[in-house]
């Protein structure tokens, strides 16, 4: 089997269209109620960590989150939350980034294992001491 390499050019324009899909589900398309919102921005950080690694998952999150609260704010910006959104690029692209030719072994336990860190440590962890600290 022949070894694949993405180009940077190629990662670049990969993680410019990832980009645009993490602040249309982030900002736009996105169930907000009182207490919580609802909405998908997860999938375009998962993506990006899968095929182009931690480095530009993390990029993704992070200018997302960035060029969201900049032109679609839902309130004060806080940079913890960003900081989230970039930690969540980082275990995405940790467990979910593969070698070329590495076998595809335990895939969906790696994708329920760093989801549910994500979840708990990130989100419910992380994101109430922001909310501790704002409030």
Do not use: C
């Amino acid at each position: 089997m022949q070894k694949y390499k993405i180009s940077k050019g190629k990662k670049t324009i990969l993680s410019a269209l990832l980009l645009a899909m993490f602040i249309i589900l982030d900002r736009l398309i996105t169930i907000n109620t009182q207490f919580i919102a609802f909405n998908l921005s997860l999938i375009p950080i998962m993506l990006a960590g899968m095929i182009l690694g931690w480095q530009y998952a993390m990029l993704v999150g992070t200018l997302g989150d960035l060029i969201g609260a900049i032109f679609w704010p839902f309130g004060a910006y806080f940079p913890g939350f960003t900081i989230s959104v970039g930690l969540s690029g980082l275990i995405f692209g940790l467990f979910l980034h593969e070698t070329p030719n590495k076998e595809k072994k335990y895939f969906k336990t790696k994708v329920i294992v760093s989801t549910t860190i994500v979840i708990v440590a990130i989100n419910l962890l992380l994101n109430a001491l922001w909310l501790n600290i704002m409030y």
